[in-house]
């Protein structure tokens, strides 16, 4: 029960309700007293934590304390693991880590819940946002949530192996090469057309395209460059300043080409006269990134709109599409390998877009996502770069 009989907090998902502190101390003696039990956790090669029936940690392995910088594991008991790890959702509801809106997806959460239910061991995978500045605030996570049961007493053993690096490779193979292979294959597509086609003002257009495609090819290189800089902190800024209406264009003029454009329309809204003091490199980064995934979010003949507002001293850029995304994927925006096209490993757009935001550019990055609305992300920004950190 919650401490003292106090009556637990609302819930959007697990149950919040909490062992009382005495509850803990007892359950952690008693798993303690079993030698078993202790060689168990000891021997789990990944961060492992012991937890009650209320999701609390009651005991951790050394790896826990020296992963994340604590002496005493009894610094740690009564905490569930969202908390342990600084989750960027674990304060979303009263309850804590579990009961907030975005925990119903959350792999760590739901395999601690199936294990107390079936009282079988389960895997799952979790993408974990955190407030760490490490990895870009990014963890993606291999959960394993086994039964464990002393007496009467039921406990499940929580082992999280981080697998971000193979995340992050899935998402160079499988996003980075698609993008750069489809580039390639235009680009030979158009030098075959040039060799067989005589026609002058044929051959002005093919110099065009495949001007136009390099480009894109560098684009697509250096973005990856710059967003693993990014996750390891070690990304310069280059501050200059320029027109709004040149920062919208140059965005506009880089899509409306650009394959994923294809049977659609990319509208570029009239800008405010306003001039912007920022990375200009990166704000073109973000805003494409945002008309990117518009684009392939809607379909043949719909029509993705940019636009900026004049906030006095910020700037709201703006990407909106016709289509709303289903109340799931709206969840697990953000998080680093998560995609909205199905297949895995194919998400990175949104992170990077928070990433280099939030935590180079000085801003915000928001969304509403309605039916009948669609789905429109803004990114507000000080005019001048410390607008926002003041």
Do not use: W
């Not at 789905?375 to 000080?382: H, L, Q, R, S, Y």
């Amino acid at each position: 029960m919650s401490p003292e009989g106090a009556a637990a907090p609302p819930t959007y998902f697990a149950p919040a309700e909490r062992a009382a502190p005495d509850d803990i101390r007892l359950a952690r003696e008693k798993l303690l007293s079993s030698e078993l039990a202790v060689t168990l956790l000891n021997s789990v090669p990944d961060l492992a934590m012991v937890l009650n029936e209320q999701r609390q940690i009651i005991a951790v392995n050394g790896h826990v304390l020296r992963a994340l910088g604590f002496e005493r594991p009894e610094d740690l008991l009564g905490l569930r693991p969202g908390e342990l790890v600084d989750c960027v959702h674990a304060a979303d509801a009263p309850g804590g880590c579990g009961t907030g809106p975005s925990c119903s997806v959350c792999g760590a959460v739901n395999a601690i819940l199936e294990c107390l239910e079936t009282r079988q061991p389960t895997v799952s995978e979790c993408r974990v946002r955190t407030t760490a500045d490490a990895d870009g605030g990014a963890l993606d996570l291999e959960v394993h949530a086994t039964p464990l049961a002393i007496g009467e007493l039921f406990l499940v053993i929580l082992a999280l192996r981080d697998i971000s690096s193979s995340k992050r490779r899935q998402v160079l193979e499988r996003t980075f090469f698609h993008d750069v292979l489809n580039i390639v294959s235009g680009l030979q597509a158009v030098s075959e057309l040039m060799t067989y086609d005589d026609d002058p003002a044929a051959e002005e257009e093919y110099k065009r395209d495949m001007r136009r495609m390099a480009e894109q090819l560098a684009d697509e290189i250096i973005v990856q460059r710059q967003l693993l800089a990014a996750e390891r902190g070690e990304l310069a800024l280059n501050l200059t300043q320029a027109p709004v209406a040149g920062v919208l264009e140059a965005v506009g003029e880089l899509y409306r080409n650009h394959t994923v454009a294809r049977g659609r329309t990319l509208t570029i809204a009239e800008a405010p006269p306003a001039e912007i003091e920022t990375d200009i490199t990166l704000l073109r980064r973000v805003l494409g990134n945002l008309v990117k995934n518009a684009l392939e979010a809607s379909a043949e003949g719909e029509t993705v709109t940019v636009r900026a507002d004049d906030l006095g001293d910020r700037l709201a850029f703006s990407v909106h599409n016709p289509a709303a995304m289903p109340p799931d994927v709206q969840k697990q925006l953000f998080q680093r390998s998560f995609s909205t096209k199905g297949a895995p490993g194919r998400g990175i757009g949104t992170h990077s877009v928070k990433l280099l935001t939030e935590k180079y550019l000085g801003g915000r990055v928001t969304f509403v996502s309605r039916e009948g609305e669609g789905t429109a992300f803004t990114v507000t920004v000080g005019k001048r770069h410390e607008a926002l950190r003041t």
